[in-house]
Every structure is written in structure tokens, then in C-alpha cells.
């Protein structure tokens, strides 16, 4: 449980660090844009596009860090009706489904869309596609560790609970 622990506070610290350093530059660049085009008079031509590249990234590295401390949108109607003994069960097959979902779709087709792209060039940075959608792959392989992480703990709990629970003589 110490090594779990470990793992997921350098992985939440680096997440945080990364998205809010790269959030504080998109506000200085949309500041920098602001001006420019109307102190200035003349457009930044990079800005616009570079402000919806570092979207898509820091929305993929959100999504996983928020999705990996199960602080994401939840659809509880079916869960709340069960006994809290089956709740947890249903948590680690939600986080089976993250894994899922993490593994086939942002992993492996972010590495497919990622190849795909990578000789498309963008018109006002001239950076390869490629390179924006390589956050589909690096944020599914955070989500899927995040996702067995939390399978781990919720096992872990459903055990201690299991052995605390009163045995029938």
C-alpha cells in the first residue's frame, strides 16, 4: 500500500505541476495575443493555434488526472441502490472499464491518429499533427495507471473489510 501510495503522489505532483505551469503560459499567451492585436494593431499569427494545441493537451492530462482520483462525473443510479459490500465491486469494474477505454482507445488508436499525422504539418507553427496528438497516448497510459492503482486500493479495502466483518460461528 506504501508503494501505491508513492506512486500516485509523484504521478498526482507531476500532472498538477505540468497542467498548471502549461495553464499559466496559455494565459500569458492569450494575453500576449490580446495585445498584440489590439495595442499593437498587428495579430499574432502562432498564438490562436498554439492556445488550441495546448488545449487538447492540458484537457487529455485533466482528464486523466481527475478520472485518477475518481473525481470525475458520475452516473450513480444503479450503485446507490446496492449494499456497500457490492458498491466496491462496482467501482473496480468502473475502473476495469477506465483501464479499458484507456488502453484500446487512447492508447492504441492515440498511436495510430499519432503516426497517421505525424507528416501533416500545422500552417502557422509548423509543427507536426503527430505531436498534438501524442497526447491521446501519453494521457490514456496515465489514466491506465491511475486505473489499476485505484483497482488496487479498492481490492485492498473490499480484503480489510472482508476480514473486519463479523464471522458466523
Known amino acids: 500500500m506504501r508503494l501505491i501510495n508513492g506512486i500516485r503522489t509523484v504521478m498526482d505532483r507531476v500532472v498538477e505541476v505540468v497542467c498548471s505551469v502549461w495553464l499559466l503560459v496559455m494565459v500569458a499567451m492569450t ?6 492585436r489590439y495595442l499593437l494593431g498587428a495579430p499574432s499569427t502562432y498564438s490562436e493555434e498554439f492556445l488550441r494545441f495546448s488545449l487538447v493537451w492540458v484537457s487529455m492530462l485533466s482528464m486523466a488526472y481527475v478520472a485518477g482520483l475518481r473525481k470525475h462525473v458520475a452516473f450513480t443510479l444503479f450503485s446507490d441502490k446496492v449494499s456497500i459490500h457490492w458498491q466496491h ?13 484507456a488502453i484500446f482507445i487512447l ?13 501533416q504539418v500545422s500552417p502557422s507553427l509548423g509543427l507536426a499533427m503527430g505531436y498534438v496528438y501524442s497526447a491521446l497516448p501519453l494521457a490514456g ?3 491506465a495507471v491511475y486505473s489499476v492503482l485505484n483497482c488496487i486500493e479498492l481490492l485492498e479495502k ?7 466483518a463479523p464471522q458466523d460461528v
Open 31 to 36: 494575453c500576449w495575443q490580446i495585445i498584440s
Open 158 to 164: 473490499e480484503l480489510r473489510s472482508d476480514e473486519e
Open 141 to 143: 497510459g496515465i489514466l
Open 107 to 119: 492508447v492504441q488508436g492515440g498511436y495510430n491518429a499519432t503516426s497517421i499525422t505525424m507528416n
Open 89 to 101: 465491486y462496482w467501482q473496480i469494474l468502473i475502473e476495469l472499464a477506465f483501464l479499458a477505454f
